[in-house]
Structure formats: structure tokens, C-alpha cells
């Protein structure tokens, strides 16, 4: 049995609890115990990991991320984010292109960030399923997944628009981008009531790997990542789900201020951002941090993203800092990096709080870590020490120490 003890520093829970000092306990990878010092009874034998003087706080949950399938600095090597030989691919899955020795996985442990959902590409109006993983462990993604898959991954307006518009085929305008999806849903209804109904006679029955994604998220098993932007392309989303009864989550909402009545009265959340890109494109001219602001206020559940590679993975603190200084408070800011990311993503029953039960995945912060100053200084997954800064050298987990 392994047992760590975070002692002595501020520990910020995510849950609503800040303890200073507090401890944290954590036995066999997992949250054991997390309470004001004098109450938490330190095992014998335990490893002590002195905080005094540091901010103890999950690590945190980026839940829009092409991490390890659009590579920096690979070219066309690492461009594995978007499979574009039908506009249709529902049966892709991203965990298939991500390759851990991206060396944004390494940021990403720079930045505080444990856990993050990799995502397939928008050049698709259904572009594939996604994956749930920690930015650290085992030899293969495998060893790092938390969920799979996580969700189904769809997009509307410009992406896919400028992907296939000048193709001899659809989808050349929103209408038909929409109409890609509107047949591929109903195909996936048919084809889940014949394979219902095969089960039920013992008959046999060929299965179709994208419909098969496609049925789950008509059951309300997988949601359904919505890529958009304007506020039609909202409207469009919305459209869909009613039509086909999915569980949406709207991706970027650029403009979701627009529609925030109505996402507050849906519950429909929104994973915002990135916030510190440009307005790179004509869907973005009116992008703001100001936006996600009011989504906030109007009562609708907001996570941030980096979208990594558009920002690096490693800033997604950064912009929990800018949505801080636009009016988010610091209780905000923080949930959309950390608990409210990990509630949106579905994955909250692992990661994104200091709970017990959840998965030992802890961040030793020199100080706040919202603000710009603060660095990670030791990085913790599922009990194991991963990333350590010593003065001003970096030491990282191997692993491959055993091979």
C-alpha cells in the first residue's frame, strides 16, 4: 500500500473547500482523506510532501484539446486530427491517432493540467468519437485513458463548410452540412431498431462501427460535441438535438451570449474558448472573453478550453486569469479548469476535484496558480510523482524506466 501526505499548505479543493493549512491523503492513487491539518490524522509510514507555503489543488481538466494528434512541429507528420475521406466518419476514433510522445504532453504537466478530452478535428460534419485521458502514465494512451469514448464529435459553420465546398459533393453550404447529420442520425435510428430487434430473435446482425456511435448518442450514452460558433450555427444545434434528442454541448460559443437565455434554460453548457486566440476567422470576429462572461451570468455551465494546438495547453490557467480579470469570479474561474470542466466532460466520478474517491491527481502550485506569476512545482497523477521543478530544471517521469 502507498501513501502520500500533501501537508502544510493551502489546499484548494474545487469542490467549495479551501483549507490553509490543510492535508491531503492519498492512498493507492486514489483521494483518501482532505481536511483543515488538525483534523487529518497522517498514516504512519506515509510519504510526506511538504507544501508549506504552496497551494495544494487538483490537477486541472482542459475538455477541448487535439493533444497528440495535431503535433507541434510535425508538419504533416502529426496532422492526424481530421479523417477527410467522407464528411460522414462517426466512425473514427480519435484515441486511434493520438501518439503520447507529443511533447505537449510535457506542457501540459507544466501547466497543472492532468486530464484532458482529445478530440477529432471540425473539417467533418460528424467527425469521429473522442477520448478521455491523463496527460501522463503508461506506455501506450491506453494506460492513460479515463473514459472511452467520451463523446461523439460534430461541427457546424465555416470548418466543414470550407473542407468540402469545394468538393463534387456535399456539403457545400450550412444546409447541407446540416443535412449530412440529419441522415446519418436517422440511418443510425433505423439501424439501431434492426440490431434491437436481431437481438431480441437471435438473427444475425452486421454491425456498423459508425452507426454504432451514432445509436449511442441518440441513447443519450455519448454526447454530442457540437463545434459552432455563430449564433444561427447555435440555433441550427439546437434544432438537432430536439429533432434527435441528443445530449448536446456546444464547443467554442463564440457567440452563445446571444442564445444564453435559452442555453440557461436547456442547461446546455458551454466548453468556451480558447480566449487568447485571435480572431482568425470570419465565425470569430466577434470572439470576447467578455462572451463567456455572460454566459456565466446568465446561469449557463462554462468550462474553458485551449483547443491545443490554437493555444498551448500549458496557458489553460492563463486563460482561467484572463476570464478573472474580465468578471468571472475566482470561484468560476477556477470550476471551468478544473470541476466544471471534469462535470461537463462527464468525467467528475474521476478527476477535477480534491474528493475522496477520486483519483489522486494533485498540483503543488508556488502560489495562486490564476495568477501569471504562480508555477506548477510538482505534479502528482494518480498518486505518482510525474513532473518536479528543481531551480530551474524540469524533471519528468520516465516511462520507459522498465522497459
Known amino acids: 500500500m502507498s501513501v502520500l501526505a500533501f501537508t502544510g499548505g493551502r489546499v484548494v479543493t474545487g469542490a467549495g473547500e479551501v483549507h490553509e493549512p490543510g492535508t491531503v491523503i492519498v492512498q493507492d492513487g486514489v483521494i483518501a482523506a482532505v481536511g483543515p491539518s488538525h483534523e487529518i490524522e497522517v498514516p504512519t509510514g506515509a510519504e510526506i510532501v511538504d507544501a508549506t507555503g504552496r497551494w495544494v489543488l487538483p490537477g486541472f481538466v482542459d475538455a477541448h484539446t487535439h493533444l497528440g494528434v495535431h503535433e507541434d512541429g510535425e508538419g504533416s507528420a502529426g496532422a492526424d486530427g481530421s479523417e477527410l475521406s467522407d464528411p460522414d466518419m462517426s466512425a473514427v476514433r480519435a484515441i486511434d491517432a493520438v501518439n503520447i510522445e507529443d511533447r505537449a504532453f510535457r506542457d501540459a504537466l507544466a501547466g497543472g493540467v492532468t486530464t ?3 478530440k477529432p478535428g471540425s473539417g467533418n460534419p460528424i467527425g469521429g468519437t473522442s477520448v478521455a485521458i491523463k496527460t501522463w502514465g503508461g506506455r501506450t494512451v491506453d494506460d492513460q485513458v479515463v473514459k472511452h469514448p467520451v463523446s461523439v464529435k460534430s ?3 465555416e470548418n466543414p463548410k470550407s473542407t468540402w465546398g469545394g468538393r463534387n459533393q456535399l456539403p457545400r453550404t450550412r444546409m447541407g452540412i446540416a443535412l449530412v447529420i440529419r441522415r446519418a442520425l436517422i440511418g443510425a435510428q433505423e439501424y439501431a431498431g434492426k440490431r434491437d430487434a436481431a437481438a431480441a430473435t437471435g438473427e444475425p446482425f452486421t454491425r456498423d462501427l459508425g452507426k454504432e456511435a451514432l445509436a449511442a448518442a441518440l441513447a443519450g450514452d455519448l454526447t454530442w460535441d457540437q463545434h459552432v460558433h455563430r449564433h444561427d450555427d447555435i440555433a ?3 434544432r438537432l438535438a430536439d429533432e434527435f434528442g441528443l ?5 467554442h460559443g463564440t457567440e452563445g451570449h446571444k442564445l444564453a437565455r435559452e442555453l440557461a434554460e436547456r442547461d446546455i453548457p458551454v ?3 480558447p480566449v487568447l486566440a485571435s480572431r482568425g476567422k470570419v465565425e470569430s470576429r466577434e470572439a470576447s472573453v467578455s462572451n463567456l462572461v455572460a454566459l456565466a451570468r446568465a446561469g449557463v455551465r462554462v468550462a474553458l478550453c485551449t483547443d491545443h494546438p490554437v493555444v498551448p495547453i500549458d496557458a489553460l490557467a492563463l486563460q482561467a486569469a484572463v476570464a478573472l480579470r474580465a468578471g468571472l469570479s475566482w470561484e468560476q474561474a477556477l470550476a471551468a479548469i478544473s470541476s466544471a470542466a471534469a462535470e461537463i466532460a462527464g468525467l467528475d466520478h474521476r478527476v477535477g476535484a480534491l474528493v475522496p474517491g477520486l483519483d489522486g491527481d494533485v498540483v ?5 496558480p490564476l ?3 504562480s508555477v506548477a512545482e510538482a505534479v502528482f497523477i494518480e498518486g505518482r510523482e510525474v513532473f518536479r521543478r528543481e531551480g530551474e530544471d524540469v524533471v519528468i517521469a520516465d516511462r520507459w524506466a522498465d522497459a
Open 155 to 157: 461541427a457546424l459553420g
Open 271 to 273: 466548453i468556451f474558448g
Open 371 to 373: 495568477h501569471a506569476a
Open 236 to 238: 441550427t444545434a439546437l
Open 364 to 368: 503543488v502550485w508556488s502560489g495562486d
Open 116 to 118: 484532458t478530452v482529445v
Open 247 to 251: 445530449r448536446i454541448v456546444l464547443n
